[in-house]
């Protein structure tokens, strides 16, 4: 297994490990789930559907994280992350549905998202609001 230390001289990281889906459902058009670990997750498409986003805003955003979280939103999302004790590399964890990858996006990362949609961003989002209340 190569070290986080090696994978940052290499460039960019890379998830090494898929993680598998325990069970996944849609509620309200929400897709959810939980991980083997226990983790619960929405989908890429649940959680835009809470932050009133299209997919590929999230997708663009997530994609590109490491740009992006040097950018206002990106900042603030960032801060929302740490603030919850997130520190992972990415804000979506590659995941197998089966035999389908999906980016499942961890309950920290559904709530800063969700939270700065709902009273950070300009305009703010109602859809945010309500799903985050």
Sequence with gaps: MVSKKELQV????KQLYL??????I?????????????????????LTRMCGLTKSALNE?????????????????AKLLIERGYNEENIYL??????????AY???????????YAFVSDPVRTEAQRAFR
């Design 94 to 103: 590659k995941s197998d549905l089966k035999g389908k990858q999906i980016n």
């Design 106 to 116: 961890p309950e920290p990362v559904c709530l800063a998202v969700l939270e700065y």
């Design 10 to 13: 290499l460039g960019t990281p």
């Design 26 to 46: 849609e509620f309200d058009g929400v897709e959810m789930g939980v991980l083997e670990n226990g983790m619960p997750y929405l989908t890429e498409r649940g």
């Design 19 to 24: 993680y598998q889906v325990e069970k996944q």
């Design 61 to 77: 955003m997530s994609s590109n994280w490491a740009e992006e979280k040097i950018k206002p939103r990106g900042k603030e999302i």
